[in-house]
């Protein structure tokens, strides 16, 4: 499972067999884990809570959600690199 970032000790990864899924994220302290929060990059260059599977307190869930939304491209080009795509497909 590729991992994208790490923000306040939450892991920000893909994991590796989504890829014909739209474009999203998963969130979780510490290690990657099975059924954790999951964000939807959206088209117009934003993120979409799907889940709070992980139980990520607002404060901290707020803060990693915008960085995500700032890191938009960067997570794009990241999933296309991960997954050999010339394209995405978005959840909106």
């Keep these: 499972?590729?991992?994208?970032?790490?923000?306040?000790?939450?892991?920000?990864?893909?994991w590796s067999n989504e890829n014909s899924e739209p474009i999203h994220v998963h969130i979780s302290k510490g290690r990657p884990i099975p059924n954790s929060t999951k964000v939807w990059l959206t088209k117009r260059g934003g993120c979409i809570l799907a889940n709070n599977n992980s139980k990520i307190p607002d404060k901290d869930l707020n803060a990693i959600m915008e960085t995500i939304?700032?890191?938009y491209?960067?997570?794009?080009?990241?999933?296309?690199?991960?997954y050999q795509l010339d394209d995405v497909k978005f959840y909106c």
Excluded: C, D, Q, R
Aim: no cysteine.
């Design 1 to 14: 499972m590729p991992s994208i970032f790490e923000l306040y000790g939450y892991k920000v990864f893909f």
């Design 73 to 82: 491209f960067y997570i794009i080009s990241k999933w296309k690199e991960t």
């Design 69 to 71: 939304a700032s890191n």
